[in-house]
């Protein structure tokens, strides 16, 4: 096994030798392990990106022979995570086979359909339309790839000629053409006419490059990617400006996060006026670099070259015209401002769709913006959940480098409106969208829930999540919380330190969310103390820290996420964790018994004030709550049982068999009760729902 002795800049994860002994000669092992570390590093290549390849020989099961198989990133695959399952194993010869039956580029629909003919292994996953570009050409490992970099030469004005500059004759060259079987045939004609040539750059595209091992091919693909982004650094240098120079400074850092936080709920409410969306903000030094240029104003309306990027991003982003020091206090007033904008965006991507269709195209999709940029602020996308949108940021970003490039080496270029078009509504684009798994009950909401470092809250984030939301916990114990928070996906949820009796620590949670998903759409306050003492042993500490926590944090967590609601125009759930406790009257229990009675009226006064916004306002009561609860580590457990004269460790028991049920309730019990308002009764507000087993004397009547 060969060890790498040149010192890559270009790349963040290096072939490690060790990893690759231990996988044998398993060339498909290889060839996986060859996929992850390329599809790791994001300027190589992006989330779903590219594609890679590699040849065996198998053992045909009908007849015995030896036959050679090609193994290729399935449909809809990401390099980076790829695994077994994600890829589909091809008889290379019968995929050859299809150039006798091809019929032209009016034919290359119906050959991604005979794809599935040439399928050798019975578990592949679908094979993409990408197939016969590494099928037609005879290498054992095969990257197509979309470096920054590459595409920059790609998308350069003279790309050819550059490619000659930078390769010699090393290097192919094809220009742009849409993904499919004849671009495979383009490929296999330059090899020929090019022998010896180490790999082929597509124009406006991207990059093929191979090996005869898995390594082989590794090394190839840096050391292309290399060459090119040596020559884009020598380019830059020479002309000594980027982006023809800064136009504006950028705000200091804290003071782009309140501005993000600021309109992120306006631009999410904008961007959400057909389906609600989820939101992303990046302020990056690459972001920044771009956004504050004075070439931004000719570069952004261009739109990006590779379809990669903008079947991710739009065409184009949309630009406001806002100052960075626009103060964005006045809500209604920055609304009337951005408003035109948009419309303006929507008419125009109309006007798009409509020059470009054809007879046959899909209906057009969601005319909003996808990529937002807000000059000496920063770069926000929105999509229909966080991975989209995250990912559409980086795409945008990768979009940003290549202009980069582009402009440096001699002028950047990007696709013919109407080469991108057949690209975005190309029917099997669109049948892809259309194989979609159908989305959740809570998908695109985000919900901040208070005491969800553990307990009942914890046991609410874990259904929200289940059921399709992103969800911010929030707690005052940062340990339980980071704890908690490592239990979900990436992209689910984020966390935030919180003090419930603190309006500005609440201010700050609200602003975690709104910087991470875009906004807040549920908010369940499940934060509680419980104080269990006799009428004389209740001090003003026990009655002031019960109110402070249930009563007033219940305030102000409705105050503020109604002025986010607001500005999102999208309505919105709250929900209170109250208890049985605030309808029945019951011994050494009236500080934290009036709490919930409290927490309960206000509920309703609530759901009266914001129902013309949308908002419903609900209770959901517990009772019993004692195996996973948070309350019932401590004196709560042992005040209650001394007052029913039962021990502790009766407790569950005790409750139980006091319902009508006669049933254990548990924080998933609860969770379920907050699911049922937010996910199932969207027309139910000012309710209270028992959780508590049936216990008669809490009926509410």
């Not at 696709?415 to 009950?441: N, T, V």
Request: charge should be negative; glycine fraction near 8%; proline fraction near 4%.
């Amino acid at each position: 096994m060969k060890t790498i002795t040149k010192n890559f800049k270009y790349v963040d994860y290096l072939w490690d030798e060790s990893k690759a002994l231990a996988l044998g000669d398993n060339q498909v092992d290889l060839f996986l392990y060859r996929s992850n570390i390329l599809g790791a590093d994001l300027r190589i290549t992006n989330y779903g990106g590219g594609n890679t390849s590699c040849k065996t020989i198998e053992t045909d099961p009908l007849t015995n022979e030896d036959v050679e198989v090609m193994w290729v990133k399935g449909s809809g695959g990401d390099i980076g995570t790829l695994k077994r399952s994600g890829i589909a194993g091809l008889y290379t010869k019968r995929l050859r086979d299809l150039k006798n039956v091809y019929q032209g580029l009016h034919d290359e629909d119906r050959m991604v359909g005979l794809f599935n003919h040439c399928i050798y292994d019975l578990d592949s996953k679908a094979p993409s339309i990408d197939t016969p570009l590494h099928g037609l050409l005879p290498f054992a490992h095969i990257d197509h790839l979309h470096p920054d970099a590459l595409i920059a030469v790609a998308a350069a004005k003279d790309s050819e000629q550059v490619t000659k500059e930078i390769w010699g004759d090393t290097m192919g060259w094809v220009p742009w053409q849409r993904p499919g079987f004849d671009l495979g045939l383009q490929l296999e004609k330059c090899l020929a006419d090019n022998p010896g040539i180490r790999g082929i750059v597509l124009g406006s595209h991207g990059l093929f490059t191979w090996g005869d091992t898995s390594y082989e091919c590794y090394m190839n693909s840096l050391e292309v990617i290399e060459m090119a982004s040596e020559y884009i650094d020598k380019k830059i240098k020479e002309k000594g400006l980027v982006f023809g120079g800064q136009k504006i400074e950028s705000l200091p850092k804290a003071d782009r996060l309140e501005k993000a936080a600021q309109i992120m709920p306006l631009l999410r409410g904008l961007c959400s006026s057909e389906n609600r969306m989820i939101g992303h903000f990046s302020d990056t030094d690459v972001v920044m670099e771009y956004i504050n240029s004075n070439d931004l104003e000719r570069l952004a309306p261009m739109g990006t070259s590779c379809p990669d990027h903008f079947l991710r991003t739009k065409i184009q982003p949309l630009v406001l015209s806002l100052d960075k020091n626009e103060d964005l206090s006045d809500a209604d007033a920055i609304l009337k401002k951005l408003e035109p904008a948009f419309e303006a965006y929507r008419q125009e991507y109309a006007d798009y769709y409509n020059t470009c269709k054809r007879d046959n195209s899909p209906a057009m999709r969601d005319a909003n913006p996808v990529i937002i940029i807000y000059p000496g602020v920063g770069m926000f996308s929105f999509a229909k959940n966080k991975q989209t949108t995250r990912v559409a940021s980086e795409f945008y970003i990768n979009a940003i480098n290549v202009m980069r490039g582009a402009e440096a080496i001699t002028e950047y270029t990007s696709l013919p409106r109407q080469e991108a078009f057949d690209i975005e509504y190309w029917l099997l684009e669109e049948a892809k969208l259309q194989r979609m798994p159908k989305e959740k009950p809570l998908s695109r909401r985000v919900a901040l829930i208070t005491g969800a470092g553990g307990g009942i809250g914890k046991a609410i984030a874990d259904k929200l999540a289940a059921e399709g939301a992103n969800v911010v916990l929030t707690d005052i114990n940062e340990d339980a919380l980071e704890e908690a928070n490592g239990t979900y996906a990436r992209d689910v949820s984020t966390y935030a330190t919180c003090d419930v009796t603190n309006t500005e620590s609440i201010e700050s949670a609200y602003k975690k969310a709104i910087i991470e998903f875009g906004g807040v759409d549920i908010v369940v306050h499940s934060a509680g103390l419980a104080i269990s003492k006799p009428l004389l042993d209740t001090t003003d500490k026990d009655w002031n820290i019960l109110q402070s926590i249930l009563v007033k944090g219940q305030f102000d967590l409705a105050k503020q996420f109604s002025a986010i609601t607001r500005k999102q125009g999208l309505g919105g759930d709250y929900i209170a964790i109250a208890s049985k406790n605030g309808l029945v009257a019951g011994p050494n229990n009236v500080a934290y018994g009036t709490a919930k009675a409290a927490q309960q009226h206000m509920v309703r006064l609530l759901a009266a004030e914001l129902a013309k916004d949308k908002v419903r306002v609900n209770t959901v009561n517990p009772d019993g709550v004692i195996v996973g609860s948070k309350i019932w580590e401590g004196a709560w457990a042992e005040g209650r049982a001394k007052a029913n004269g039962i021990t502790v460790e009766e407790l569950p028991a005790f409750y139980a068999k006091r319902n009508l049920l006669n049933e254990i309730i548990t924080p998933d019990d609860i969770a379920n009760g907050v699911f049922s308002f937010v996910g199932l009764l969207d027309k139910s507000t000012g309710n209270i729902l028992n959780v508590d087993g049936g216990m008669a004397n809490a009926f509410v009547r």
